[in-house]
């Protein structure tokens, strides 16, 4: 059973730009469930990028480069990244969770995954 689907990972040159999306099932989606992008690189952690609930959270390595967003109506969440740069290659994920369920960086703070979409930028 599927209930996040990412999509618009790609690769880029530095400098580029990318959208990313990621739907959920309906029955997942709240005005209150906490969605996030987090991003794994080879050989590295799991790091959150961002959250939204109604107010949202960024990764200092982001702000004010990417941008995450809702639309409801659509069960969908967005991950607009700007100004790319080598470093941000990486697998993305989407995750859905209760915004009780810990800090929002926190994977185990998030129920529900998405199976990824790969990003690459190139120098």
């Known amino acids: 059973q599927v209930h996040l689907v990412e999509s618009g990972g790609e690769s880029v040159p530095a400098g580029g730009s990318l959208r990313l999306s990621c739907v959920a099932s309906r029955g997942i989606f709240a005005a209150t469930t906490r969605m996030a992008w987090f991003r794994q690189a080879p050989g590295k952690e799991r790091e959150g990028v961002a959250a939204i609930v109604s107010g949202t959270s960024y990764d200092d390595s982001v702000k004010g480069r990417f941008t995450i967003s809702r639309d409801n109506a659509k069960n969908t969440v967005y991950l607009q990244m700007n100004s790319l740069k080598p470093e941000d290659s990486a697998m993305y994920y989407c995750?859905?969770?209760?915004?009780?369920?810990?800090?929002?960086?926190?994977?185990?703070?998030?129920?529900?995954w998405g199976q990824g979409t790969q990003v690459t930028v190139s120098s």
């Open positions: 995750a859905a969770g209760t915004p009780w369920g810990g800090t929002w960086d926190n994977p185990q703070a998030y129920t529900y």
